[in-house]
């Protein structure tokens, strides 16, 4: 099992800086991925950047203002949100996925944290 917390949203003018972080805890040396993912008010939750070993993937709207790292020694990843606009502002959520079988996986979520970007 793995939990989920994440924290450092809050409310910031188009243009400011925020860093995210999610501790996990539990079985964390069994998560191959993990990243963020975030959901806007009237839309659907969508992957923001995500983590593992080999590589480190970031929605097209982020890229080059986003960047996810993720710190073995305290079991948390971070995202730094750079250059934040608007269309930023939604509930962050903090995603772990572990391999349980051959073909399966298995996601856990945070309870998320929100985000406000002004203008």
């Known amino acids: 099992q793995v939990q989920l917390v994440e924290s450092g949203g809050g409310l910031v003018q188009a243009g400011g800086s925020l860093r995210l972080s999610c501790a996990a805890s539990?079985?964390?040396?069994?998560?191959?991925?993990i990243g963020w993912y975030r959901q806007a008010p009237g839309k659907q939750r969508e992957l923001v950047a995500t983590?593992?070993?080999?590589?480190?993937n970031y929605a097209d709207s982020v890229k080059g203002r986003f960047t996810v790292s993720r710190d073995y020694v305290k079991n948390t990843v971070y995202l730094q949100m750079n250059s934040l606009q608007p269309e930023d502002t939604a509930v962050y959520y903090c995603?772990?996925?572990?391999?349980?079988?051959?073909?399966?996986?298995?996601?856990?979520w945070g309870q998320g944290t929100q985000v406000t970007v002004s203008s």
């Open positions: 539990g079985s964390t040396a069994s998560i191959v991925v």
């Open positions: 995603n772990a996925g572990v391999i349980t079988g051959p073909t399966t996986h298995r996601d856990y």
């Open positions: 983590i593992s070993s080999s590589r480190i």
